[in-house]
């Protein structure tokens, strides 16, 4: 029997260091440009694949650009809000909401900041079970959960947005969203001891197992992984 729950423990903690060393690569990976794939695929373009890949428009870059004139992105227009959950969102100017996954991530970790602390034993400390606005995030995570073809999850964003000179239609997933998501998680793991909120970390990480046209987080860029804030379609 010792031998047995030693082996599980052993299992658990590598899983555990598995997922955060996967997390940390993917938070520090994800933003180089997009900048020159989105030109090489065109000023306007709309994709259909084996699984819907975002709609994106390349807006050409010059020195008079204006970043937070993009028509139909409301969401540099929206303020902070929080719903009956007190999960935070946007709310724009004609009252929509708009869930960050980032923010909703944020506080499964119940981080003050908007780009938590990484080091985990920092989020955890002192902690012996989850606060109720952590279980009402963990459950939005729950509802909002997209299954892909591997048996992954992954969580798109409900809003137009503009990266840079990228503008992305509602309906696209995020590196450094699912990133959070999964720091969330073992976050929650960590604190509770719950095995379920480690799966749940195994089923975020499976969506780097993918490419964009197949949902996933993963694109290959001179026959190397990135992982895109804004995933792409790599053709």
């Known amino acids: 029997m010792e031998s047995q729950m030693a082996e599980f423990n052993i299992s658990r903690s590598f899983k555990a260091v598995l997922l955060l060393a996967v997390t940390m690569a993917a938070v520090l990976i994800l933003t180089v440009s997009t900048d020159d794939r989105a030109k090489a695929a065109g000023r306007s373009i709309a994709h259909s694949s084996m699984f819907p890949t975002p709609s994106f428009t390349w807006h050409g870059m010059d020195e008079d650009y204006n970043y937070e004139a993009v028509p139909n992105v409301e969401f540099w227009k929206s303020e902070l809000a929080a719903d009956e959950d007190g999960i ?10 708009y869930y960050n996954i980032s ?9 003050q900041s908007s780009y938590p602390e990484l ?4 989020l955890v400390r002192g902690r012996t079970h989850l606060t109720k606005k952590q279980k009402a995030a963990l459950a939005w995570l729950d509802q909002h959960a997209i299954k892909l073809p591997n048996g992954g999850v992954t969580w798109h964003y409900n809003f137009p947005l503009n ?7 509602a309906g696209w997933p ?5 990133a959070a998501v999964m720091h969330g998680y073992l ?7 719950e095995e379920k909120w480690l799966d749940k970390a195994v089923l975020a990480a499976k ?3 993918l490419p964009p046209e197949k949902g996933g987080l993963t694109s290959q860029i001179y026959g190397l992984p990135f992982f895109e804030e804004v995933p792409l379609p790599d053709d």
Do not use: C, H, K, L
């Open 174 to 178: 995020s590196a450094f969203a699912q």
């Open 103 to 111: 923010t909703v991530a944020f506080t499964v970790m119940d981080s």
């Open 207 to 209: 969506a780097y197992e």
């Open 88 to 97: 935070p969102y946007f709310r724009s100017s004609n009252g929509e909401r």
């Open 119 to 122: 080091d985990m034993a920092a």
């Open 187 to 193: 976050v929650a793991f960590d604190i509770t001891g």
């Open 163 to 169: 990266y840079n000179n990228i503008q992305v239609e």
